[in-house]
Nanobody, 117 residues
Framework: QVQLVESGGGLVQPGGSLRLSCAASGSIGSIYAMGWYRQAPGKQRELVATITTGGSTNYADSVKGRFTISRDNAKNTVYLQMNSLKPEDTAVYYC???????????WGQGTQVTVSS
């Protein structure tokens, strides 16, 4: 079964940038839709961005224009480029893989992003 490992989180100043990576243990190109979610303390986990096997993307309104999700199927990796970061972006960011045939979700362990001056 696919395993997901996020990396790239850390501390950043408001207005700064980070690039998160989600490395999958197996091939994701033809059968997994991918997404990034985040969860801040005291809040529910929320959708940040999704990308289909064909490369179609969707974003939460709060990040549209600032964040970009992409995938490199040859590397079995999904990325989240985060620009113009705001303190309200502070959260644990999780990678999700959705098996299109099984309808099953696989989650990574998360990576902390903290935006603070």
């Amino acid at each position: 079964q696919v395993q997901l490992v996020e990396s790239g989180g850390g501390l950043v100043q408001p207005g700064g940038s980070l690039r998160l990576s989600c490395a999958a243990s197996g091939s994701i190109g033809s059968i997994y839709a991918m997404g990034w979610y985040r969860q801040a303390p005291g809040k529910q986990r929320e959708l940040v961005a999704t990308i289909t096997t064909g490369g179609s993307t969707n974003y939460a309104d709060s990040v549209k224009g600032r964040f970009t999700i992409s995938r490199d199927n040859a590397k079995n990796t999904v990325y989240l480029q985060m620009n113009s970061l705001k303190p309200e972006d502070t959260a644990v960011y999780y990678c999700k893989a959705n098996h299109l045939l099984l309808g099953r979700n696989y989650w990574g362990q998360g990576t902390q992003v903290t935006v603070s001056s």
